[in-house]
């Protein structure tokens, strides 16, 4: 799930909750768990361990689980402690059943206890001082290659606002970004940004991290301390805050998971402080104790946020509005999270197919249909036919995109054209989907015509 849309998700869910066979999924996406599954495996502290049910049921198990091993671990620190003191007074006869008792002493006290979770708590650096107008967009479009992305963007951001961004792969979310930020100009509209208005742009691909550094020398720079705000932090307490061992702190860069990678990029870009966060896709590769703390970490933020993202759990965690582009360039912003943004959306689907049936005509009671030639017309025909060269050779461009993009040396060669090059994939993309609907639109018309004059 981690790089499908929000319409993909819920498609895959479907499917699999009418699959017959089997399927075993690596997924930190909680409500894809929830529908999905009907059993999970956990592997935590070197153990797997199994749990029947969805990922709520899972929840409720594990917490079972902790308070029965918490439970146990009690007993046996109090047994320790008793045989620990009838130690110290030193048993006078060294019977059999005295000897029985020191080997059991020893037994229980080379066993080790559950692992805690450590208690983690990631704190962004303070906002500072913001305008009671972070931002405003006003009927703002952007128009690339003679094709609209998008079109009347109105958002009015002010302190302590959470906007998660959604819509379809290639509908424009990081163009919208874009031109937020002033890396792009809108073809239609306004962007304004307040005087005290900082942001930080949490953006992966935009930052390489030295794979012969320890984790201690990427985030350290030099230095024993880091500056947030009015507190200042060593760098081994800001690690922690992102479930850095004392142990994994000097580890090499180069020796990390993805998991632990993912972490290390978003302390070194959080760092920096900002009163505008902004994340793009931040939970893709994210695991879920890593994602629980930055969801505490965003609701509490005093600054504001605007968080890309696909992760249903996520969005319904930290966001105060949805801004949810809903194809064709349109975009809709929506006071609340992200379930209350799917209630009002189908209320408006509900309405807008009610005004077109009313709209329709009515059939006739008499008379004859006009004769239907059962064909498309010659422009349509020749559209269709050649679709699948259009379809590939957008697809190429897409490619060609995402390879540049993957290079490694991109940023060095083309990082002054971030902005253009992000637009050009995202219109690349759009058109990709947009030439499919085409297809899907012949293809039916042309079946529907032919069925017609049979």
């Given amino acids: 799930t981690n790089h499908l849309d929000t319409d993909s998700i819920e498609w895959l869910e479907r499917f699999l909750g009418s699959y017959r066979g089997s399927c075993i999924m690596v997924t930190h996406d909680r409500y894809f768990l929830d529908n999905v599954t009907n059993r999970i495996f956990e592997v935590a502290a070197g153990a797997l361990d199994a749990y029947n049910g ?73 906002a500072g001082h913001q305008n009671n107008c972070v931002l405003e967009v006003a009927d703002a479009g952007m128009a690339l290659g003679g094709r609209k992305l998008f079109h009347g963007v109105n958002m009015r951001l002010e302190p302590g606002h959470k906007v998660g961004i959604v ?30 208005t900082r942001f930080n742009y949490v953006d992966q691909r935009r930052l390489q991290l030295n794979e012969e550094h320890t984790v201690y020398q990427e985030i350290g720079d030099g230095q024993e301390s880091i ?72 609701s509490g933020f005093d600054g504001c946020a605007l968080v890309v993202s696909h992760d249903r759990y996520f969005l319904n965690r930290t966001c105060t509005h949805i801004l949810a582009f809903e194809g064709e360039g349109n975009v809709v912003v929506t006071p609340g999270d992200y379930d209350y943004y799917l209630e009002k959306r189908k209320q408006r689907e509900a309405l807008k197919r009610a005004a077109e049936s009313e709209a329709r005509p009515k059939p006739a009671v008499a008379g004859k249909a006009p004769a239907s030639s059962g064909k498309l017309k010659w422009k349509e025909q020749r559209e269709l036919e050649g679709m699948e060269e259009a379809i590939a050779a957008a697809e190429a461009e897409v490619g060609r995109l995402e390879t540049l993009f993957s290079d490694p040396g991109f940023f060095a060669t083309h990082g002054e054209k971030m ?36």
């Fill in 419 to 454: 902005a253009e090059l992000t637009a050009e994939l995202d219109a690349a993309r759009s058109e990709v989907e947009r030439l499919f609907t085409r297809w899907e639109e012949l293809e039916a018309l042309s079946a529907s015509l032919a069925n017609g004059q049979s």
């Fill in 227 to 298: 500056r947030l705000g009015d507190q200042t932090l060593t760098v081994h307490s800001y690690l922690r805050r992102f479930l850095f061992t004392d142990q994994s702190i000097y580890s090499k860069v180069r020796n990390l998971s993805g998991g632990e990678r993912s972490r290390l990029l978003m302390a070194k870009l959080l760092k920096r402080g900002g009163n505008v966060l902004i994340l793009d896709e931040p939970t893709n590769d994210l695991d879920l104790a890593t994602l629980r703390i930055l969801e505490e970490a965003v």
């Fill in 167 to 196: 819509g379809r792969n290639g509908a424009g979310k990081t163009t919208l970004l874009c031109l937020i930020m002033g890396d792009l100009a809108p073809t239609q509209g306004s962007v304004q940004v307040g005087s005290q």
């Fill in 54 to 126: 969805n990922y709520s049921e899972y929840l409720d198990e594990r917490e079972r689980r902790l308070q029965v091993a918490e439970s146990r671990e009690a007993k046996r620190q109090s047994f320790l402690k008793r045989e620990l003191e009838w130690l110290r007074r030193g048993p006078k006869a060294r019977t059999t059943k005295a000897q029985y008792r020191i080997d059991r002493y020893h037994e229980v006290a080379g066993q080790e206890g559950p692992e805690k979770e450590r208690d983690v708590e990631l704190i962004l650096p303070p």
